[in-house]
T-cell receptor, first 112, second 112 residues
Framework: GQQLNQSPQSMFIQEGEDVSMNCTSSSIFNTWLWYKQEPGEGPVLLIALYKAGELTSNGRLTAQFGITRKDSFLNISASIPSDVGIYFCAGQLSGATNKLIFGTGTLLAVQP | SAVISQKPSRDICQRGTSLTIQCQVDSQVTMMFWYRQQPGQSLTLIATANQGSEATYESGFVIDKFPISRPNLTFSTLTVSNMSPEDSSIYLC?????????FGPGTRLTVT
């Protein structure tokens, strides 16, 4: 199936560092969603974005809907060990009723 | 957001057999989906479970292999038929609330 390009593939950082990851596509999306998945769990919705240029925060997490509607960014500030997990972006195509296309994922490891 | 449960949480099955996975939601929802997550991979949409009508399958997935039922607005099942080791994956159901999508904990299937 179709997937979004997500980078980086993995990140190994020290506690307290800031993290940035992004998703890019050749398609235009109406909605961008960011999820976190921990081992043995389903993905948990972190942030939802609905408009081009929108910047939304959820605690230490900030995400942006790209102006071109073909990309999105997620930043995590002052990382802590519990931020460990796999982060996925997901885009909803125009006209595709609630169908999501997922990014390839970014594995985040945080060393105390 | 809706609370979603899945049964079983995990199973080990013999090749050639079938497994039915249940998804229960604590509130009525219009849109329910089934995803597959192969080991170390992202999520791929299998089908949209439509209440009162046949499911809508994505390219590469067929009803004979993944029959889906949706008898009401709170429940759905996915059957993985005639299993092979390549079917070893996490199977996740999700529900859409407006433009946001929430996931169950997943069913971890191993086929030997």
């Amino acid at each position: 199936g179709q997937q979004l390009n997500q980078s980086p593939q993995s990140m190994f950082i020290q506690e307290g560092e800031d993290v940035s990851m992004n998703c890019t596509s050749s398609s235009i999306f109406n909605t961008w969603l960011w999820y976190k998945q921990e081992p043995g769990e389903g993905p948990v919705l972190l942030i939802a974005l609905y408009k081009a240029g929108e910047l939304t925060s959820n605690g230490r997490l900030t995400a942006q809907f790209g102006i071109t509607r073909k990309d999105s960014f997620l930043n995590i500030s002052a990382s802590i060990p519990s931020d460990v997990g796999i982060y996925f972006c997901a885009g909803q195509l125009s006209g595709a009723t609630n169908k999501l296309i997922f990014g390839t994922g970014t594995l985040l490891a945080v060393q105390p | 957001s809706a609370v979603i449960s899945q049964k079983p949480s995990r199973d080990i099955c013999q090749r050639g057999t079938s497994l039915t996975i249940q998804c229960q939601v604590d509130s009525q929802v219009t849109m329910m989906f089934w995803y597959r997550q192969q080991p170390g991979q992202s999520l791929t949409l299998i089908a949209t479970a439509n209440q009162g009508s046949e499911a809508t399958y994505e390219s590469g997935f067929v009803i004979d292999k993944f029959p889906i039922s949706r008898p009401n607005l709170t429940f759905s099942t996915l059957t993985v038929s005639n299993m092979s080791p390549e079917d070893s994956s996490i199977y996740l159901c999700s529900v859409a609330e407006v433009n946001e999508q929430y996931f169950g904990p997943g069913t971890r299937l191993t086929v030997t």
